[in-house]
């Protein structure tokens, strides 16, 4: 039997030693400290989350180091296992401390204030002689202490028990709670949303299922792929700046769509300003231009449609003054082509960059060209964005305007409202017109586009519940200071002898001058006079 | 006024408030050397006179802008500095009539005011859209007194763990070649202690006679001081913290994104909240605690100069 016994004792004995581990203050103190540690290592070495082409470039230049922080996590610190087992055992340990704690508090809020029996031991004591009675010196001591908001209990007359300032042990316990309910919304809503980008150019309607979003959509681990459906509309993109170049705002115009196509509502999305609907956020992201471009061989259409273009600026370059990038792929073509198109929006600005040497940002439609540049070979990458030129060879290149026609393949224009095409542009027209079997391509207008974020994340008022909370909570689990207080008296003579004592367990400094008032009022309450002898009164 | 004259006055009054720290810095370490009491009359007069002129580059700047004066790091220093001076002297010298540590503190603000004209300086500018919501104004300005407080708070630990070694230096070599006082050693009857000692709470409370050589309050009193402070300003970073995650949803679509600035931001709050855990558990009380405190401060500097300065992120507005 005692043989049985042995092993399981010894390991309920090893599980009572974790579990005391776990609740010590030391053990959460210390996994405080590794969760700060593990922090700062999260923010020395470049994040996969947070910048990717970093961690790429990081392993590019140290491939020992890096393939050691891929293997440990370090590229991914927030979302590493360890990152998780530090989180878990503090909150573990968290719990271990707190369940004792709250069971205490529920306790000792069922419970009256206990009486004490010998009150010359307590930090501040004082024993003096009253005129009144044990009755009315208890009665008119409890009714002092409840007036300084004391929880008091009265027992037979002769003693009172008064303590204050549980709402500081019930703030603590609300803020570290608070933390368990942080923790567990932040995972049920990470875990179950998604975040993504969409690109709508103006007129155009997007609608929130996966293969429509930028290709940088992230989804939590617990997401099963129930997207939304809202569709969004953007009417209209503006954005205004200062004269120095300076944004001042950007905002969409969308139209809001629910999942069957019907409208909803419209919506202003502004930055700081997010449109919030059908369980997903809407934030304006970014923007850009999108050419209208039309593309034929002969009477076949190619491509019909707007080109949303990007930029590539130097660090040091002011973006609104690059000119925007995009791309035509025309996949159906033997051999395959594409025409890379570069945008500059405001003819104007450029040219008068061109003539001072100082960049002018390009913020408004004005006369807009484009160059174009064609590429003939093999498409890598017909689905993706950028243009892999390696298998290609560049042919022709020319200028097109908006509202004319090119000839793609001579590279001259057709047709073009001639006004618009500044002098130096001169005498690039076609001479004998297009080819009948010509690649034609034409800039009819040119559109903007807007970026939004997309976001799913149904936890956001849970975790902003469990800040307030935390926040509240924190401020009397600082700053109420707890006070016990303990009167007796028994007869004598005529009136009677009175003890008084407490203790303060926070502010010990203030504690003296409050039980000095405090003992003069339950004197003068009971008939006495004040005639504080320094020797009665006292801390010891 | 044009906003070229604000900006003028603006940048006036802080090299103003700038040279008036540093005269106050010489004269409060003067007064801790030498203990005459017009010393400490002088140096909190020009420490006023110094945080008015912070004051007046604050608001000058606001009108220069024509926005709340504090969008970059440069307009976060001079805030940071008025607010450090502006505590120190209410709490420290106002409430707890603690007179020495003047010096540490105008040290401080004199740092942190350099440092903002050699790295940080910018003109008075517009912000960027993503700047223009009131959580900013709210999270900003919450995290800056906090940084203040916490900020003084720490420089009192460094204070205190200073004189806590100069304690034990003394206690020791008391114990080993002072004469009893019952023979008539008293330090108290020292000839060489200044005569003005046994005035205010600069007096050491339940310190050893030894201590009042020294100029400084007890380690009892500084780390008290040291607590007061960080016990005020743990709360108030939470609650930055709190508002410029709301803020990061409002502007980001995501209220925590480990981005370094938010990443460090946590790892001090995480720190101070070990601080004020350590100073309720035994055994860690009083220097263990104190090293916290330090590590804290670090964490501090880190969050408010480091990141940036040298760590790229969403927020670096630093230039």
Redesign the interface.
């Known amino acids: 039997m005692s043989a049985s016994d042995g092993p399981r004792s010894s390991l309920s004995r090893s599980v009572a030693l974790v579990w005391r581990t776990l609740r010590s203050m030391r053990t959460a103190l210390i996994l405080l400290l590794m969760l700060a540690a593990a922090s700062v290592v999260g923010s020395l070495i470049p994040q996969i989350p947070n910048s990717p082409e970093r961690v790429a470039a990081y392993e590019l230049d140290h491939a020992t180091w890096g393939s050691v922080f891929r293997a440990s996590g370090f590229f991914d610190v927030f979302g590493s296992w360890w990152f998780a087992l530090i989180t878990a055992l503090l909150f573990v340990s968290l719990v271990a401390c707190l369940l004792p704690r709250s069971r205490a508090l529920i306790r000792a809020a069922r419970q009256r204030p206990i009486q004490a029996r010998e009150l010359d031991g307590f930090p501040s004591y004082v024993r003096t002689r009253v005129p009144a009675g044990p009755a009315t010196v208890t009665a008119e001591a409890a009714k002092l202490l409840r007036r300084k908001r004391y929880r008091v209990a009265v027992q037979d007359d002769v003693s009172v028990a008064g303590e204050k300032g549980s709402l500081r042990e019930i703030g603590s316990l609300a803020f570290h709670w608070a933390f368990l309910l942080l923790l567990v919304a932040i995972i049920i809503g990470k875990g179950t949303g998604y975040v993504g980008h969409a690109t709508i150019v103006e007129g155009e309607t997007w609608t929130d299922a996966e293969l429509n979003y930028d290709g940088d959509l992230r989804t939590g681990r617990f997401f099963r792929g129930a997207f939304s459906g809202t569709g969004i509309t953007l009417v209209d993109y503006e954005d205004a700046y200062r004269d120095t170049g300076i944004p001042m705002d950007f905002q969409s115009r969308i139209r809001l769509l629910n999942p069957d196509g019907s409208f909803a509502r419209e919506a202003d999305v502004r930055i700081n300003h997010p449109a919030v609907f059908n369980g997903i956020r809407i934030y304006q992201y970014g923007f850009g231009w999108a050419a209208v471009v039309r593309v034929a061989e002969g009477a076949r259409v190619l491509f019909d449609g707007p080109v949303v273009m990007g930029q590539d600026p130097l660090p040091d370059q002011n973006p609104l003054a690059t000119p925007w990038i995009g791309v035509v792929k025309l996949t159906s073509l033997r051999p395959q082509q594409a025409i890379v198109l570069e945008l500059f929006p405001d003819a104007e600005a450029y040219f008068r960059s061109l003539q001072t040497g100082v960049a002018q940002p390009m913020t408004e439609a004005n006369a807009p060209f484009m160059r174009y540049q064609v590429w003939e070979g093999k498409l890598l990458d017909a689905s993706r964005a950028g243009l892999d030129t390696r298998f290609m060879r560049a042919t022709t290149s020319g200028l097109i305007g908006q509202g004319w026609s090119v000839d793609v393949d001579a590279g001259c224009a057709i047709s073009g409202p001639g006004d618009a095409v500044p002098a130096s542009l001169e005498g690039i027209s076609c001479p004998d017109g297009a080819a009948p079997d010509a690649l034609t391509m034409s800039f009819p207008a040119l559109r903007q586009y807007s970026r939004l974020q997309i976001s799913h994340d149904a936890t956001v008022p849970y975790v902003l519940a469990a800040a307030i909370l935390i926040v509240v909570g924190l401020l009397p689990a600082l700053y109420v200071s707890r006070r016990k207080v303990w009167v007796r008296a028994r007869p004598d003579d005529t009136g009677s002898i009175v003890d008084i004592g407490g203790f303060a367990l926070q502010r010990k400094d203030r504690f003296d001058e409050e039980f000095a008032t405090l003992v003069d009022a339950v004197v003068r309450a009971s008939g006495g006079t004040v005639d504080r002898d320094p020797q009665e009164v006292g801390s010891p | 006024m044009t906003t070229a004259q604000w900006a003028r006055l603006s940048s006036d009054a802080f090299n103003a408030a700038l040279f008036g720290y540093i005269a106050a810095m010489i004269v409060s370490f003067a007064y801790l050397a030498f203990r005459k009491g017009w010393l400490h009359t002088a140096a909190t007069a020009i420490g006023i006179g110094a945080l008015v002129a912070n004051a007046i580059s604050i608001v000058a700047r606001g009108a220069a802008a024509e926005r709340t004066p504090w969008g970059n790091m440069y307009e976060y220093s001079a805030l940071l500095t008025f607010l450090m001076v502006l505590g120190y002297l209410w709490i420290v010298e106002a409430r707890a009539k603690v007179r020495t540590v003047g010096g540490f503190v105008y040290g401080l603000a004199v740092i942190t005011m350099a440092m903002a004209v050699s790295f940080f300086y910018v003109g008075p ?2 912000l ?3 700047l ?2 009131y959580w900013r104004q709210i999270h900003v300005t919450s995290m800056i007194v906090a940084s203040s407080l916490l900020g003084v708070g720490c420089l009192f630990t460094v204070v205190y763990l200073l004189k806590l070694s100069g304690e034990r230096r003394t206690a020791s070599r008391l114990q080993t070649q002072a004469p009893p006082p019952i023979m008539g050693g008293s330090i108290a009857s020292d000839p060489s202690a200044p005569p003005d000692f046994a005035e205010g709470a600069d007096e050491p409370v339940g310190a050893s006679a030894a201590s009042r050589r020294v100029g400084l309050p007890s380690s009892a009193t500084l780390d008290g001081l040291a607590y007061r402070f960080i ?1 005020f300003g ?2 108030v970073w ?2 930055g913290v ?1 508002c410029g ?2 803020w990061a ?12 600035k938010e ?2 931001s ?2 001090t709050w ?2 101070f ?2 601080y ?3 100073r ?2 035994a ?2 009380r009083g220097t263990r605690a104190a090293v ?1 405190a330090l ?1 804290g401060f670090v ?1 501090l500097l880190v969050t408010y100069y480091a ?1 940036n300065l040298w ?3 969403l927020h670096s507005y630093a230039k």
Do not use: E, K
């Open positions: 500018t517009a960027m859209p993503a223009n919501s016990r743990f709360p939470t609650f709190i995650a709301i949803q409002q502007t980001w679509g995501r209220y925590w994104g480990w981005d370094p990443t460090w946590f790892i995480v720190v909240a070990g004020l855990h350590a309720a558990t055994g860690w916290v590590i964490s990141v760590i790229a992120g």
